[in-house]
């Protein structure tokens, strides 16, 4: 890995390359400066508005994204579409309102056209090289194209000025730009993609390593996809794996498989199933199991500390444009989370690991109920509720993929449908903490790492139509930065309480957390220390009557209480008659 940042480096250094920042992920914070922005807000009154459109490149791709007035479903939704004159002429491609377009693409029906010397050929993503994301509703859409594009007409590169435009020609769609063929953008042909760190090898030895893999219909036993399985999970080593497809083999079976490829002790692999195909493996012991409509609630004890549990939900959701069944399942799984009514006992504040494939195609506030507890049906499930166990929504964990600027888990080269982000990670930050996460894409890996691993580039296409996502948890949390985990920091909120501080007495803080706030009262008056002026004396405290002319101060006001009434000198104790000035000792 090292070997493959230090090329990088040196490849900035002698091209005066700068860095892409653009991932094709759904989160839309690296847009900050684009090479290109057009912004044409306003213009469409009955229809959905085309507000702006942004573009940037690197080597290998052109992305793209545009931002809309309304929240839709870019695949089912509307009509957009792209359209890029390659060369610059409008006399070469496709005539188009002005443009000679050499590519299109259509996002809702899934398919383009490349459009080279005198022929058209019908394309889909793959030969486009187009992901597109979030899979889900939102008014902002990023993608990328292929610089170089193949065709059975001939080749096309992206290079120097192009011209582009953007439609949605859907119940009075927009187009941008307005008043022209399309807009003007010009390659940058220094810009360099920057991949996101990743690891096959554990930070830290004692973290467990956790893969989600949908198998693919039983994959793992099929004899092609299969072997590229197990070389995944060789190179992986995982500590637990949750598998999802897999319907018609025995666990058992799965794990003799996993046996002979990562031997796990005497005891071998440990193993948990849930109808109809909800499977998890574990090198330790799966302590409990519960079923939700066909998903999987697992009690492990995993981590170094023997004590310390995690609850795992290895889902499945239903598929496809089913929101509804999605929805409702999502609603039961969060109302086992909040009220821990499985079928087994555990703790309130238990770290939880919600995992799998959660097939997130449709409506975004799925993920949304996901993160925040927002239970939709609330008549059946009870109410919403903050699902960490601090008050705080879950992580989504967010990993990209190996050497690639995407984060999709699932691809049919062949399908209609884009690559899209299906399978997730979310867990409660509060307790557990992820050091290296990633999705496993073979088609990034540099060759050393291929070799390395003893995978080839299409080993993840082969194995499954998801790819591996692979997560090193640990529960060592320290959210207050104080050197002590949650575990034994009564406040892991407040770095100045923690096992080594000092107990400051009398404020009901307890800063040592040995379960007991310091309390002095050494002359047991009722009066704590740092109210009572001599706490080695009963007598003196803040409630004791004051003797006068003794030079003590017994009721802790902060004076010892003098009486010299006719103000001779003499006290009263001393005085026979304290009424009048001439009469003293």
């Known amino acids: 890995m090292m070997n493959k940042y230090l090329f990088l480096a040196l490849f900035l250094i002698f091209t005066n390359g700068v860095l892409a920042q653009i991932y094709v992920d759904g989160v839309f914070d690296d847009w900050t400066s684009p090479?290109?922005?057009?912004?044409?807000?306003?213009?469409?009154?009955?229809?959905?508005?085309?507000?702006?459109?942004?573009?940037?490149?690197?080597?290998?791709?052109?992305?793209?994204?545009?931002?809309?007035?309304?929240?839709?479903?870019?695949?089912?939704?509307?009509?957009?579409?792209?359209?890029?004159?390659?060369?610059?002429?409008?006399?070469?491609?496709?005539?188009?309102?002005?443009?000679?377009?050499?590519?299109?693409?259509?996002?809702?029906?899934?398919?383009?056209?490349?459009?080279?010397?005198?022929?058209?050929?019908?394309?889909?993503?793959?030969?486009?090289?187009?992901?597109?994301?979030?899979?889900?509703?939102?008014?902002?859409?990023?993608?990328?194209?292929?610089?170089?594009?193949?065709?059975?007409?001939?080749?096309?590169?992206?290079?120097?000025?192009?011209?582009?435009?953007?439609?949605?020609?859907?119940?009075?769609?927009?187009?941008?730009?307005?008043?022209?063929?399309?807009?003007?953008?010009?390659?940058?042909?220094?810009?360099?993609?920057?991949?996101?760190?990743?690891?096959?090898?554990?930070?830290?030895?004692?973290?467990?390593?956790?893969?989600?893999?949908?198998?693919?219909?039983?994959?793992?036993?099929?004899?092609?996809?299969?072997?590229?399985?197990?070389?995944?999970?060789?190179?992986?080593?995982?500590?637990?794996?949750?598998?999802?497809?897999?319907?018609?083999?025995?666990?058992?079976?799965?794990?003799?498989?996993?046996?002979?490829?990562?031997?796990?002790?005497?005891?071998?692999?440990?193993?948990?199933?849930?109808?109809?195909?909800?499977?998890?493996?574990?090198?330790?012991?799966?302590?409990?199991?519960?079923?939700?409509?066909?998903?999987?609630?697992?009690?492990?004890?995993?981590?170094?500390?023997?004590?310390?549990?995690?609850?795992?939900?290895?889902?499945?959701?239903?598929?496809?444009?089913?929101?509804?069944?999605?929805?409702?399942?999502?609603?039961?799984?969060?109302?086992?989370?909040?009220?821990?009514?499985?079928?087994?006992?555990?703790?309130?504040n238990t770290p939880s690991i919600i995992l799998g494939d959660f097939n997130l195609v449709g409506k975004a506030s799925e993920l949304d109920a996901l993160l925040s507890g927002n239970i939709f049906d609330q008549q059946t499930y009870g109410s919403v509720f903050a699902p960490d166990c601090d008050g705080s929504p879950l992580v989504d964990a967010m990993p990209c993929s190996t050497g690639l600027p995407f984060n999709y888990t699932w691809n049919n080269p062949n399908g209609s449908y884009d690559p899209g982000r299906l399978d997730f990670f979310l867990y409660t930050g509060s307790k557990l903490k992820v050091e290296n996460g990633f999705v496993l894409n073979t088609l990034g890996l540099s060759e050393q790492d291929l070799a390395a691993y003893g995978l080839n580039a299409e080993s993840t296409t082969v194995a499954s139509d998801h790819l591996p996502l692979i997560f090193d948890v640990s529960n060592i949390v320290d959210a207050d930065g104080d050197g002590f985990i949650y575990s034994v920091d009564c406040d892991d909120a407040d770095a100045v309480i923690n096992p080594g501080q000092a107990e400051i007495p009398n404020n009901d803080v307890d800063e040592d957390c040995d379960g007991v706030a310091l309390i002095i009262d050494e002359d047991g008056d009722g009066f704590n220390s740092d109210e009572d002026c001599d706490d080695a004396d009963p007598e003196v405290n803040s409630e004791a009557s004051e003797i006068p002319n003794n030079d003590i101060d017994e009721d802790c006001d902060g004076e010892a209480l003098i009486i010299d009434e006719d103000g001779d000198g003499f006290n009263s104790d001393e005085d026979c008659d304290d009424a009048d000035p001439e009469v003293n000792s």
């Open 35 to 348: 090479s290109l922005f057009v912004e044409e807000e306003g213009d469409v009154m009955n229809g959905v508005d085309i507000i702006s459109v942004s573009f940037e490149n690197d080597q290998q791709y052109l992305y793209g994204r545009v931002v809309l007035d309304q929240v839709i479903d870019l695949l089912d939704e509307q009509d957009l579409s792209i359209y890029i004159d390659a060369d610059n002429d409008a006399s070469t491609g496709f005539p188009n309102d002005g443009l000679g377009t050499e590519l299109t693409y259509y996002f809702n029906q899934g398919n383009g056209f490349l459009n080279t010397g005198s022929s058209s050929e019908s394309v889909g993503h793959a030969r486009l090289g187009l992901v597109t994301a979030p899979t889900v509703t939102s008014n902002t859409f990023e993608f990328s194209v292929l610089r170089a594009l193949e065709s059975d007409n001939g080749n096309l590169y992206l290079d120097g000025e192009i011209q582009i435009r953007i439609e949605n020609r859907f119940q009075n769609g927009d187009i941008v730009p307005n008043n022209a063929p399309g807009f003007s953008y010009t390659f940058t042909d220094n810009i360099v993609f920057e991949p996101k760190p990743y690891d096959f090898a554990k930070i830290n030895p004692n973290d467990i390593r956790i893969v989600s893999y949908n198998s693919k219909q039983d994959g793992i036993v099929d004899p092609i996809a299969g072997v590229e399985q197990i070389k995944i999970l060789q190179a992986l080593n995982p500590d637990i794996i949750a598998f999802q497809e897999i319907y018609n083999t025995d666990p058992s079976i799965v794990a003799e498989v996993l046996n002979q490829a990562l031997p796990n002790g005497a005891n071998g692999w440990n193993y948990g199933h849930v109808f109809p195909d909800i499977m998890l493996f574990s090198r330790s012991q799966i302590e409990a199991i519960d079923w939700v409509d066909g998903n999987g609630i697992f009690l492990l004890y995993p981590f170094e500390d023997e004590n310390a549990p995690l609850v795992i939900f290895n889902t499945h959701f239903p598929c496809c444009d089913n929101d509804s069944q999605r929805q409702q399942e999502i609603d039961h799984l969060l109302s086992k989370l909040r009220d821990k009514n499985t079928g087994f006992i555990y703790e309130q």
